[in-house]
C-alpha cells in the first residue's frame, strides 16, 4: 500500500463550512460526520511514523480543533497564526504529524472534558456552563469565573 509524506489543503475543508457559520459553536452531526470522514481518510493515507496533514485556512482554532483532536486519527497537533501585522486577515497552518501523541489539552479536548476549547452542547445554554459559578446572594460570583487562558 502507498503511503503519503506529507497531505496539504488549503480551503478545502473550509469549503464543508460554508452554510453552516451559524452551526460553529454547536455543529450539527451530519458536519461532524463529514469532516470525520474526510479526516480518517486522511489519516489512513499518512505514513505512520511521521506523515504530515497541513491544512491552511482562516478559520479560528476554536473552531477547527475540536474536529481534530480525535485519538483515532493517531496525530498530534500544532497551530501556527500568520499575520504581517499590518491590519491583514489572520490565517491558521494547523500541522498534524502522524505517529505522535495529542497532548494533554486535545485529550481533555476530545473527552468533552477541556477548559480552553468548548462545542456548547444543544443541551446547554451559556447560562447553564456558568450557572456552577453563580452562588445565591452572592454578588461577587463574577470575581470567581476562571477566564485564565494563558498557558
Not at 38 to 47: A, E, F, K, P, V
Not at 74 to 88: A, K, L, Y
Not at 106 to 132: A, P, V, Y
Request: hydrophobic share 35%.
Amino acid at each position: 500500500t502507498d503511503y503519503f509524506d506529507t497531505i496539504i489543503e488549503k480551503g478545502t475543508l473550509d469549503v464543508f463550512f460554508v452554510g453552516h457559520e451559524h452551526h460553529l459553536w454547536n455543529p450539527t452531526e451530519e458536519l461532524k460526520e463529514k469532516i470525520d470522514l474526510i479526516l480518517m481518510q486522511i489519516s489512513n493515507c499518512l505514513q505512520s511514523n511521521c506523515g504530515r496533514f497541513i491544512s491552511i485556512s482562516f478559520q479560528q482554532p476554536h473552531f477547527r480543533r475540536p474536529f481534530l483532536a480525535k485519538q483515532k486519527y493517531q496525530w498530534s497537533i500544532q497551530v501556527h497564526s500568520i499575520s504581517d501585522g499590518n491590519e491583514s486577515v489572520e490565517y491558521f497552518v494547523y500541522v498534524m504529524t502522524k505517529g505522535e501523541q495529542m497532548n494533554e489539552e486535545d485529550r481533555l479536548l476530545e473527552e468533552g472534558k477541556s477548559t480552553k476549547w468548548h462545542w456548547i452542547n444543544k443541551k446547554e445554554s451559556l447560562t447553564q456552563l456558568t450557572i456552577n459559578c453563580v452562588v445565591e446572594n452572592d454578588d461577587q460570583y463574577l470575581f470567581d469565573i476562571d477566564l485564565d487562558f494563558d498557558e
